[in-house]
């Protein structure tokens, strides 16, 4: 069975940070698929942050974080982060990590296609 655990949220003041970590059970290795962040609010859709897929080599992460945000995983620990830094109040969300076993998308990632996701862990950022 496969199961991902989100941990590392929390509440900080703006501008701090924070890192999230998903571990991923070892029923798959993340290094062979297409790993995703994802956050939700409230009465919004679910949106894409960043995704990393090391068999093409490439990562993406979404305009409103960039420069702040970085993905990166420990192949070895089988493990997914996600640092976030300079954190505003409009980072304030459930971020959600989550894997896609058959593709990655070169753009903002959707959730339709992601078949592994974890519970969720929740990050407010004060004013």
């Known amino acids: 069975q496969v199961q991902l655990a989100e941990s590392g949220g929390g509440s900080v003041q703006a501008g701090g940070s924070l890192r999230l970590s998903c571990a991923v059970s070892r029923s798959i290795s993340i290094a062979r698929y297409c790993m995703g962040w994802f956050r939700q609010t409230p009465g919004k859709e679910r949106e894409g942050v960043a995704t990393?897929?090391?068999?093409?080599?490439?990562?993406y992460i979404t305009d409103s974080v960039e420069g702040r945000f970085t993905i990166s995983q420990d192949n070895a620990k089988n493990t997914l982060y996600l640092q976030m830094n300079s954190l505003k109040p409009e980072d304030t969300a459930m971020y959600y990590c989550?894997?896609?076993?058959?593709?990655?998308?070169?753009?903002?990632?959707?959730?339709?296609?992601?078949?592994?996701w974890g519970q969720g862990t929740q990050v407010t950022v004060s004013s």
């Open positions: 989550a894997a896609d076993p058959w593709s990655c998308p070169r753009r903002a990632p959707t959730p339709d296609s992601f078949v592994y």
């Open positions: 990393s897929y090391i068999p093409g080599g490439r990562t």
